[in-house]
């Protein structure tokens, strides 16, 4: 019991780092939605390739907790009709040892369909199609 109460401490922190992460990735600006109408994001899309910036808004996001990690995905709207899918990860060094590990990848999409099929089957994908009202596939 000692160990799950410890565990669920670390993930609320880290869950609390990457909810805080987020927010200072998007300008804040008073509106409705998750963060507003329209926010300037940087979206990060592998080690080598260079980040995705736009302004935008996101449309939806869903977050799971796996025993080493939280894991996020994301869907944004541009003003031209453009959607970016985003999926990240963040590492939880309070119960793996070393530093906390952040990756991300992210693609842009003429449909929202395009932009929903990117993300692999799971979990968090299943929670991102619920909150769009959207077919499981």
């Not at 940087?42 to 907790?65: C, M, N, W």
């Amino acid at each position: 019991m000692f160990r799950s109460k410890s565990r669920r401490s670390s993930v609320e922190s880290v869950s609390n780092s990457l909810n805080s992460s987020l927010r200072d990735r998007g300008a804040q600006a008073p509106g409705s939605g998750i963060l507003g109408p329209i926010h300037h994001f940087t979206v990060y899309s592998g080690h080598k390739a260079r980040p995705l910036q736009f302004d935008g808004e996101i449309l939806v996001e869903a977050q799971t907790v796996g025993v080493a990690a939280v894991y996020r995905a994301a869907i944004y709207k541009k003003p031209d009709g453009t959607f970016i899918s985003e999926y990240s990860l963040v590492s939880m060094p309070q119960l793996t040892g070393g530093d906390p590990k952040w990756e991300s990848e992210a693609a842009a999409f003429d449909t929202l369909d395009a932009a929903c099929a990117w993300f692999r089957p799971g979990l968090l994908t299943k929670k991102l199609l619920r909150k769009l009202k959207r077919p499981m596939t």
